[in-house]
């Protein structure tokens, strides 16, 4: 399976963009789907995830950012409002089957997109 993540870009702080994160078999099934960032020089990190049965957010972007699927599951969007400059990161979406304890982390997913680019100006 391979994930096809669009959307980014620039956008000044407190703007808002929507990701979107495809599989290119048409569906993601039963996977739990998640979002991840990475700066450069840092770790890739949380950022929100959807299973079948609920959504997960991280701390810094509970409120403001929304994970969601559409309904024949054949994509994921991440809807990022209020966005802040240390919101600037390339964005990553994964898929999976993690267990709970691993559903923040990257190990917890087998599929990858290839990341798309999103800068916050101040």
């Known amino acids: 399976v391979q994930l096809q993540a669009s959307g980014g870009g620039l956008v000044q702080a407190g703007g808002s963009l929507r990701l979107s994160c495809a599989a290119s078999?048409?569906?993601?099934?039963?996977?739990?789907v998640a979002w991840f960032r990475q700066a450069p020089g840092e770790e890739r990190e949380f950022v929100g995830a959807i299973s079948t049965s609920r959504t997960y957010y991280d701390d810094s972007v509970e409120g403001r950012f929304t994970i969601s699927r559409d309904n024949a599951k054949t994509t994921v969007n991440l809807q990022m409002n209020n966005l802040k400059p240390e919101d600037t990161a390339v964005y990553y979406c994964g898929a999976g089957r993690p267990i709970l304890s691993e559903i923040r982390r990257p190990r917890g997913y087998t599929y990858w997109g290839q990341g798309t680019q999103v800068t916050v100006s101040s």
């Open positions: 078999d048409g569906s993601f099934g039963r996977s739990t």
